[in-house]
């Protein structure tokens, strides 16, 4: 490594240029963090109490909410710890653990949010061989291609940047180990290593968004076949809170991961992924419930045994100290 040190921690810079909104950063994303977990976890209690909603679009979701908040419990403990203490350093083994991760259920929301795209167009196309098409099988088939896809590309991308030779500097300008913000601190980051980075990136994003949109394509063009102006409505509106989470999401991974990069972007870039690691999962869940009757439905009986439960051990309680 000539003059090269050998780095075995990192410092994660984060917020720290600004000591005077720390404090106020960490209640937004504390509660902002509490409301993913409870919302996430209700829609999961929700469809697995509730034996209506046991088809295959709702087991996606399920899968989807359960790998979102994993990904979120990858990144926002240890940012919420960040926040509040001086010593914001991290060990290489662990930065690589969270970077590899974050980016294997990154990957798998992507698969899934197209295996759900595939479900919704199975559904309006063969509507009568539906259950045949889309079974309980076929469905874990596809969930555990995703989370298997997800996990094999983000371990090519963590051995791909970690085995980089680091340089002097170790500090990392962001509040988690991303991709560029590491890979800026290498000293023998070349082209290809870049290309391949950018392969690796484009395959989960792009690759998944391509086929979301071939079925989109699809559901399309048998909608606007449709005699009924209720058939077209029903086509659409079930495919309403699918496309406007594949809107945000993909808004925001691609411009954090797909544009190109100078060394002037990463505070941009680390106030998008505030974004993308904070508001994209606390969004999806209120845009599936909100839109949705059968999950109003669920989980408002999910709220309503929370509460009683919540009384009985209160009243109880009570009983016990009188």
Known sequence: MGNHTTVSSFLLWGFSSFPDLQGLLF???FFSHVTILASNMAIMVAIKLNHSLHIPMYFLLSGLSFSETCATVVIIP??????????KTISLPGCAAQMFFFF???GNNCFIMAAMSYDRYT??????????????KICFQLMMASFVTGMVVSLCIVLTIFNLSFCDSSTIQHFFCDMTPVVSLACDYTFFQKMILLAFSAFVLVGSFILIMISYVFIVAIAVKMRSARGRYKAFSTCSSHLIVVCIHYGFAGFIYLRPKDSDSFCEDMLMSVTYTVLTPLLNPMVYSLRNKDMQRALGKVVDTVCRF????ISKRALNTS
């Not at 940012?79 to 010593?87: A, T």
């Not at 559904?123 to 309980?136: D, E, F, K, R, V």
């Open 27 to 29: 209640v937004i994303v």
């Open 123 to 136: 559904a309006i196309h063969n509507p009568l061989h539906y259950p045949i098409l889309m079974t309980p």
């Open 310 to 313: 919540f009384s009985q051990v």
């Open 78 to 87: 240890r940012m919420l710890v960040d926040l509040l203490s001086d010593n």
């Open 104 to 106: 294997g259920l990154g």
